[in-house]
């Protein structure tokens, strides 16, 4: 089992920055992906970002690209979304994700993400 916790959070006024990050323990060997996931209120959870977790290979929503960046520190079992150019629809619980192998998916609590226009 892994065991991820979110962190960086909080309000922002639009076209500021914010950086979180996903700290995870347990099983972190068995790691092959992680991810940011996104659910604002009203709305169905969306993928924003993921990284693969052996050679750093990333992917973005569209709506992120180049304003949107995903890191990792496999040494630190930490990931990291920094994020500016914020928008206001930008707003929304931000998950992390982590895929282990044999396909088997883990998920944080969430941190809360307020954009103000």
């Known amino acids: 089992q892994v065991q991820l916790v979110e962190s960086g959070g909080g309000l922002v006024q639009a076209g500021g920055s914010l950086r979180l990050s996903c700290a995870a323990s347990?099983?972190?060997?068995?790691?092959?992906?992680m991810g940011w996931y996104r659910q604002a209120p009203g709305k169905e959870r969306e993928f924003v970002a993921s990284?693969?977790?052996?050679?750093?290979?990333?992917v973005y929503a569209d709506s992120v690209k180049g304003r949107f960046t995903i890191s990792r520190d496999n040494a630190k079992n930490m990931v990291s979304l920094q994020m500016n150019s914020l928008k206001p629809e930008a707003t929304a619980i931000y998950y992390c994700?982590?895929?282990?192998?044999?396909?088997?998916?883990?998920w944080g609590q969430g941190t809360q993400v307020t954009v103000s226009s």
């Open positions: 347990g099983r972190t060997f068995s790691m092959l992906n």
């Open positions: 990284i693969s977790w052996s050679l750093g290979m990333t």
């Open positions: 994700r982590v895929i282990v192998g044999g396909g088997r998916d883990y």
